[in-house]
Nanobody, 122 residues
Framework: QVQLVESGGGLVQAGGSLRLSCAAS????????MGWYRQAPGKQRELVAG???????ASADSVKGRFTISRDNAKNTVYLQMNSLKPEDTAVYYC????????????????WGKGTLVTVSS
């Protein structure tokens, strides 16, 4: 049973930084794709940033230049470094993984964590 556990969320002022971590119960090398998604109240879940097994990344336009996704295969952990946070970044952030090939579409991800809340105050 694959488990993904997010941590690092919290309350931060606008302009501040947070680093989210997603620890997997097994080797993350087993996953072809891993990603961070977020869901704000009343909104659909959206991709924030994704990373492939080979290290290629993708990110939403709204976070480009501010958020960085990375992975540490030795620690079985994926990170999301979030800088210059804005109130509109407030959401529950989820980690997800996909074993097979495909896109970062949320509907296609195989495994999900329970999420961590990020609140950015103005």
């Amino acid at each position: 049973q694959v488990q993904l556990v997010e941590s690092g969320g919290g309350l931060v002022q606008a302009g501040g930084s947070l680093r989210l971590s997603c620890a997997a119960s097994g080797s993350i090398y087993n996953f072809n794709l891993m990603g961070w998604y977020r869901q704000a109240p009343g909104k659909q879940r959206e991709l924030v940033a994704g990373i492939t097994r080979g290290g290629s990344t993708a990110s939403a336009d709204s976070v480009k230049g501010r958020f960085t996704i990375s992975r540490d295969n030795a620690k079985n952990t994926v990170y999301l470094q979030m800088n210059s946070l804005k109130p509109e970044d407030t959401a529950v952030y989820y980690c997800a993984a996909k074993s097979g090939r495909g896109s970062f579409s949320a509907a296609g991800m195989d495994y999900w964590g329970k999420g961590t809340l990020v609140t950015v105050s103005s």
